[in-house]
């Protein structure tokens, strides 16, 4: 998905910067000096423009922590969505979630309702990762959609640093909905069966295998009988 190759970029630079070698690095980089830092934490050669990006200093020199000093790293991904959030993305998206908040990297998330009755107005999903990451989630709708007025939005909303953000009149999410959604029927749940092999969610337990990844149910044993058959009188 699109938010796993931005985590993978995103970790390429990050570690170039830190005076380590990229596992996205080309296999002729990996023996040379080049995809390593020639200085301490100098970024390797073509990843400065990024690494200012990032850090938002001119020399794409990073620091170890987010939103401290000056030059710090401050990465962030912005995930805009138009659709329905689809069931059999929930582990992917969770995993991404769980692996940007372990690499302090902040997820926005922004959904566009498309206006439509029958249609959601919000992402679950969206909302879970830009808790868990500290981020900023916005759904605009209305007249903020209408022409330019969207632009504005993005720009105002998600464009400010992660240090900058403390100061500034955000949205914030006062309460996020961590119910999964079923696997198989789409509907959130409170209490759900999980496949140990995917961990994908059911609303009910499935009868044979697991539909997402074809492990075999366990079928219960059947409860032997509490009533012990009585030994025969012996007769004296």
Do not use: W
């Not at 249609?119 to 909302?127: D, G, Q, V």
């Not at 959130?188 to 059911?202: E, G, K, M, R, Y």
Request: proline residues 5%; glycine residues 12%; aromatic residues 4%.
């Amino acid at each position: 998905s699109a938010l796993t190759v931005a985590l993978c970029t995103i970790n390429r630079f990050m570690v170039a910067a830190g005076g380590g070698v990229s596992a996205l690095a080309p296999s002729d980089r990996l023996g040379g000096s080049v995809g390593v830092s020639s200085a301490a934490g100098a970024p390797a050669d073509g990843d400065g423009g990024v690494m200012a990006l990032i850090t938002g200093s001119k020399s794409g020199r990073g620091g170890r922590t987010r939103g401290g000093r000056r030059g710090a790293p401050s990465p962030r991904i912005l995930v805009v969505q138009a659709t329905d959030d689809r069931t059999g993305d929930y582990n992917a998206v969770m995993n991404c979630t769980f692996a940007a908040h372990k690499g302090n990297i902040v997820i926005d998330g922004c959904f566009i309702p498309s206006g439509i009755s029958d249609r959601a107005k919000n992402s679950a999903y969206l909302e879970q990762a830009s808790d868990r990451t500290g981020g900023v989630f916005l759904a605009p709708s209305g007249a903020a959609q209408v022409g330019g007025a969207l632009t504005e939005v993005l720009v105002s909303v998600f464009l400010s640093p992660v240090a900058v953000r403390k100061k500034m009149n955000l949205p914030t999410l006062s309460e996020v909905d961590f119910r999964p959604l079923c696997f198989e029927t789409g509907e959130t749940v409170d209490t759900a069966f999980v496949c140990n092999q995917c961990l994908s969610i059911f609303k009910n337990c499935p009868r044979d295998s697991c539909p997402t990844c074809g492990a075999e149910v366990a079928k219960k044993k059947k409860a032997s009988s509490p009533l012990k058959k009585s030994k025969k009188a012996r007769h004296a």
